[in-house]
Nanobody, 120 residues
Framework: QVQLVELGGGSVQAGGSLRLSCVAS????????MGWYRQAAGKERELVAR???????EYADSVKGRFTISSDNAQKTLYLQMNSLTTEDTAVYYC??????????????WGQGTQVTVSS
């Protein structure tokens, strides 16, 4: 059973920074995709950033230039560095991992989420 645990959430003022960590119970090199999603109150969950096998990185337009996703295989940890935070970044942030086995057969794993609150 794969476990993903998010750490680093909290409250910060607009313009500040925060770093989230996602610690996995197994080697993250076995995942095809790992990323961060967020869900604001009353809104649908949305992709923030993801890292694909081969170290391809994608960001949502709303966070480009402000957020940075990275990983540390030795620590089995995925990171999300968030800078220049605004109140629009307030949400529950979720770590996600996906492993593809065969065509149309994939496994998705989610952390329980960590709250990020940005105040003005």
């Amino acid at each position: 059973q794969v476990q993903l645990v998010e750490l680093g959430g909290g409250s910060v003022q607009a313009g500040g920074s925060l770093r989230l960590s996602c610690v996995a119970s197994r080697s993250i090199s076995t995942f095809d995709v790992m990323g961060w999603y967020r869900q604001a109150a009353g809104k649908e969950r949305e992709l923030v950033a993801r890292l694909r096998s081969g170290n391809r990185i994608e960001y949502a337009d709303s966070v480009k230039g402000r957020f940075t996703i990275s990983s540390d295989n030795a620590q089995k940890t995925l990171y999300l560095q968030m800078n220049s935070l605004t109140t629009e970044d307030t949400a529950v942030y979720y770590c996600h991992a996906q492993r593809a086995v065969v065509v149309e057969t994939v496994y998705d794993f989610w952390g329980q989420g960590t709250q990020v609150t940005v105040s003005s």
